[in-house]
């Protein structure tokens, strides 16, 4: 039994190092851990609150100068306290410290310039658009979503999937539950990727509940920041709306969580902690007493099999909600066909024809490049097919040296001459950019008024809003751009959507590569026909035969739901087992390399009956970055406790070199 807490005295983010030590006195011995709330003599005060950050044997100063502790704090539930549960979660859930857990649970402190009392980085609708708002009345489909989420939270209370076609109005489905939360004198924090909360999208919720509410960005400052959460914490919002940060805004009373866009990635953290949104979200609604919403037209695998589970309660909202606004039409183009028909644009002809049609309409179009940033991969444009791991079922990349590697288990195979599917020599590495993109469509559609935007064209703090603001108003018959336009959107105007090539997202070297392409270009394909006239789609691929293209383009989840779970149960890939990355760093290639396969014995011989599925050492996708290098094993089994069992054995072995990411 330690003898021994360090402790902090002052839940503010910069005192968290300063801890001091306690004796545990024998009676407490065995209910005093990390994140206890105790009660201990400080100073000249008899009395004050503190939190155990760690426990040890070993007294660090003079054992007659230690002080004891005195007792266990009365459980009061404020807002810090549920912060320090959920940081003692997270530190046994993600592996972290509790100091890293609490870095991140708590607020930065900021300072505020003086005189300003509210700090919002988003302009407030003006009273012209006041006056001008109407809510819309909820359709059946919607109400019946919002009492299955009333009959939840007055029953079990277990999460809600809602599952909405694009353009279904979740929205207003989410602003109605919010009312209801707000109505019952409870707070709610609705959770939007960073890249979809643009002025258009939040002011919504401005127009519908004052200026009771507040926002997150990474673009504010420390100071905004912090205002923000003072004002959730006095209780003067009522709703705050942000990414998934935003989680950790300390509102008194708790009552609602909405997840937009469920299915995200920026809602899993890539930072260490390396959390997911969800499942603190989860835990948060656990300890508070708060309901959980998560909602998207292409939920993660996740989410969905725990619907299907009933582990979540599922919500379904299958039609577009404005009247005269159907799913889009969507055409599939046949990449290979256009290069045997002799035509090596990036457009076919289908694509062309609908393009020249919607100019001469003065409809909007938009062009989508479907470009993940995955740089190295390698397929044939003959047949269409990427070179796969024999092993892992995943893409492999192209390495410096000339051949081809699985960044999974390390198997690696000479740069083929010709396709090991068809003989073809057409075998290359792919990719176009938005730029040279911009410049053809510039050349081959001169009349075309053309707006770009991408990684370059959107820095700054408002890069995001003109150049959405300049399509909205009509600026442009043309975007073009990489997925960032793609992300909840609403464009009335547009009636084409173009991916210019839908495959380069299948052939990521990840084992959710297909998930992903078809959340893109599912997401992609909404963007058509949000007004009244009817929305066309074409796919350009080389591989129309793909389930994640096919499913896609008939709209149809639950096919691809199917045929992608098969998947991974046959590869024991999440969620139909659990993953754990261990990626090892060191200062020199072969170090460690050995390092790693040395890990991998070790733990194959402590684990032996547990017999985990250990893949590597291989070279992850970051191999080398700011001189250190990374070599990282996949490690495969059903039960998640064996996977945490495995992560913390490592961890003790090799500190901080190593990270860890279990999915
Ligand atoms: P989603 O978030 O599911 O893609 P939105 O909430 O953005 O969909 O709604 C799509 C469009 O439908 C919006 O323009 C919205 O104002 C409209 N809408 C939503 N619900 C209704 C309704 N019940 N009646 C009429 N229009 C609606
Ligand atoms: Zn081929
Ligand atoms: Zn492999």
Known sequence: MPKYADIIVNISREELDKTFQYRIPDELSEIVVPGSKVEIPFHNRPAVTG?????????????????KISGLAKRSLTADDTMMALAAWMKEAYGCTLNQALKTVLPVKGTIRKGKTRVQSVPLPSQEERDAYTQAQLNPEQQEAVSGYAQETEGQNRPCLLFGVTGSGKTEVYMEMIRRCIEGGKQAILLIPEIALTYQNVKRFFLRFGDRVGILNSRQSAGEKYETVRLAKEGKLDLVIGPRSALFVPFP??????????????????????????????????????????????????SFSRAESGQYRLLQLPHRAMADAKLPQVYVADLREELKAGNKSVFSRLLREKIEDRLEKKEQIMLFLNRRGYAGFVSCRYCGKPIVCPHCSISMTYHRDGSLHCHYCGYSIPFPETCPSCGSPYIAAFGTGTQKVEAIVQREFPKARVLRMDADTTTGKSGHSRILDAFGKDEADILIGTQMI???????????????????????????????????????????????????????????????????????????????????????????????????????????????????????????????????????????????????????????????????YAGHLLGDTIQFDLQ
């Not at 390092?595 to 599925?613: G, H, I, S, W």
């Open 51 to 67: 939190y155990v950050i760690s426990l040890s044997d070993e007294p660090k100063i003079d054992e007659t100068r230690i002080r």
């Open 253 to 302: 009373r708790l009552g609602l969580i909405i997840i937009d866009e469920e299915h995200e990635h920026s809602y899993h953290s890539d930072l260490t902690p390396r959390y997911h949104a969800r499942e603190v979200a989860e835990k948060l609604c656990e300890l508070t007493g708060a309901s959980l919403v998560l909602g998207s037209a292409t939920p993660s695998l996740e």
């Open 486 to 648: 793609v992300k909840g959107h609403d464009f009335p105007r547009v009636t084409l959507v173009g991916v210019l090539a839908a495959d380069l997202s299948l052939y990521a070297p990840e084992y959710d590569a297909a998930e992903r392409t078809f959340q893109l270009l599912t997401q992609a394909s909404g963007r058509a026909g949000r007004g009244s006239r009817q929305g066309e789609v074409v796919l350009q691929t080389y591989m129309p035969e793909h389930y994640a293209v096919l499913s896609s383009a008939e709209q149809d989840y639950e096919a691809f739901y199917r045929e992608e779970m098969a998947f991974r149960r046959l590869m024991h890939y999440p969620p139909a087992g659990g993953l754990l990355i261990a990626s090892v760093s060191g200062p020199d290639a072969a170090g460690t390399e050995l390092k790693t396969k040395a890990l991998r014995e070790v733990l194959e011989d402590t684990f032996l009956e547990q017999a985990p599925l250990i893949t590597g050492p291989a070279e992850g996708t970051e191999f080398k970055r700011k001189d250190v290098f990374r070599q990282q094993l996949l490690i495969r089994h059903p039960d998640a406790a064996v996977l945490r069992k495995i992560r913390d």
